[in-house]
DNA sequence: GATACGTGGTG
DNA sequence: TCACCAAGTAT
């Protein structure tokens, strides 16, 4: 781990202090620079001033920002915070008042443990967020990588953060070839040397912020790093290459239908999804099973009619392609499954986006 | 360790 | 069009 090159170049080194230190300072004096400003952020210069982050909208935050880009969380992260403004107000909402309101951010399952996570706050700890990595790890929807960013910038405690921007950041740092994941436990440890005593929560954002605008997976900006002259992959012109991945496999195509049905007073027929699995615990369009040569399974007898056209949509681990059917139906004809949903209750916007391709469709849009 | 789990942006 | 990628976790 202890590199010459870490050494040899950097000025806290030069001073007699080891370079790691000089590496995480330099970092610290770049982030003072060039932090983003971000709505669950305490900039630097307050934070060293002493203003201390709400550990509730960090935690929020960061469930958020799990595989999922800032521009896409910061809408979400702002609804949630008007709405439900401490965890205690999270804990106390409505399980469909949460799912509706994560519709379109994905991964579903982080909405189901979020509100798990909240009530096990109010219900366990008083309404406070346990403040120890282990505390946090205990919580549900909170592993390793977030239960150490949340104990590092939200108690400023000196907890190692690894995530997909420090990999990469450390392979390329180290010139590590090692393939992810297999190489996840080494990159964690040079991580772990790196991190420092002092402003660990700063740090731990500088790296991530690192990663995300100046050593970004294609195109990395190595003239404005504050990390260059100590990088080995900078030395070695193998900055692009890194990290090295195993092969993913091609995702297969899969089919299904989505049955539309609309009363005559102009309600929706819908259904809450089961807990567990794909879109589980959101609300959606009845459906066939989706697979190779889906079955027809109409949830209300009616005269159906298909729409022109396909929904496609791309899920983490297969193609989907969905035909859309709709019909009209009476008043008083109740449904095989689902529930009709009056017309000013209904709002697409709370659908998952599969969900709301296969409204647009119907709808000729 | 491998797999399931969403979505939108990008080259 | 298409594969890759993003502040991962649960099983």
């Known amino acids: 781990m202890s590199d010459a090159r870490d050494t040899s170049c950097d000025p806290a080194g030069a001073s007699g202090q080891p370079g790691r230190v000089g590496l995480a300072s330099d970092l610290l004096d770049w982030y003072d620079r060039h932090a983003r400003a971000l709505p669950?952020?305490?900039p630097p210069l307050a934070r060293v001033a002493g203003v201390k982050p709400d550990p509730y909208r960090v935690w929020l935050s960061e469930i958020m920002l799990q595989q999922t880009t800032v521009p896409a969380v910061k809408p979400y992260f702002e609804k949630f915070t008007t709405r439900w403004p401490t965890v205690s107000d999270l804990a106390a909402a409505e399980?469909?008042?949460?799912?509706?309101?994560?519709a379109g951010l994905?991964?579903?399952?982080?909405?189901?443990?979020?509100l798990k996570c909240a009530r096990a706050v109010a219900s366990d700890h008083g309404g406070i967020f346990p403040q120890s990595y282990e505390g946090l790890l205990s919580l549900p929807g909170i592993g390793p990588y977030t239960a150490g960013?949340?104990?590092?910038?939200a108690f400023d405690l000196p907890a190692t953060v690894v995530d997909g921007n420090v990999e990469r950041v450390m392979a390329r740092l180290h010139d590590?070839?090692?393939p992810l994941p297999e190489a996840k436990p080494i990159l964690t440890e040079m991580a772990a040397s790196l991190t420092p005593q002092a402003r660990p929560g700063d740090y731990a954002q500088a790296v991530m912020d690192l990663g995300a605008t100046v050593c970004t997976p294609r195109n990395p900006v190595c003239g404005l790093c504050p990390w260059r002259r100590s990088c080995a992959a900078w030395d070695a012109g193998t900055m692009a290459e890194l990290p090295k991945k195993t092969?993913?496999?091609?995702?297969?195509?899969?089919?299904?239908?989505a049955y539309l049905a609309r009363r005559i007073d102009g309600a929706w027929l819908l259904e809450t999804r089961p807990e567990k699995g794909l879109l589980g615990g959101m609300l959606g369009w009845p459906g066939s099973e989706w697979s190779d040569d889906p079955q027809e399974a109409p949830p209300i007898r009616a005269e159906w009619k298909t729409v022109p056209g396909e929904a496609r949509h791309t899920f983490t681990h297969f193609h989907l392609r969905l035909t859309v059917k709709t019909c009209l139906v009476p008043f008083d004809r109740p449904p095989e499954r689902g529930t009709f949903v009056e017309a000013d209750t209904f709002d697409p916007e709370d659908l998952p986006t599969v969900m709301r391709k296969a409204f647009s469709l119907a709808r000729g849009g």
């Open 40 to 42: 669950w952020r305490i």
């Open 95 to 102: 399980d469909a008042d949460v799912m509706a309101a994560w």
């Open 106 to 114: 994905g991964y579903y399952a982080r909405a189901r443990n979020l």
């Open 149 to 153: 960013a949340v104990a590092a910038i």
């Open 176 to 178: 590590e070839h090692t």
């Open 247 to 257: 092969p993913k496999k091609r995702k297969p195509t899969r089919h299904g239908i």
